[in-house]
């Protein structure tokens, strides 16, 4: 797959930026997730169920 994103400059900048949101958005996933098994709307295991194909999805995203 082809890189369509330029890069100046500041590509180590960007890349810091992209992976602080990351770790943002991982956090914000786990809190709702937290909330949603609390109030009895999913059980942990199918959140354990949930969480294990999105990082599978990611895997894959990540291999190509």
């Known amino acids: ?3 369509d ?3 100046n400059d500041n590509g180590s ?3 810091e930026q992209f992976e602080q949101m990351i ?3 991982s956090i914000l ?3 709702i997730a937290a909330v949603l098994v609390r109030k009895g709307i999913l059980t942990q295991e ?3 169920d949930e969480m294990d ?3 599978e999805e990611m ?3 990540d291999e190509e």
């Open 5 to 7: 994103i330029e890069r």
């Open 59 to 61: 895997e894959k995203f």
């Open 13 to 15: 900048d960007d890349d």
């Open 29 to 31: 996933l786990h809190s």
């Open 1 to 3: 797959m082809d890189d």
């Open 46 to 48: 199918e959140l354990d």
């Open 53 to 55: 194909k999105l990082y």
């Open 23 to 25: 770790v943002e958005n």
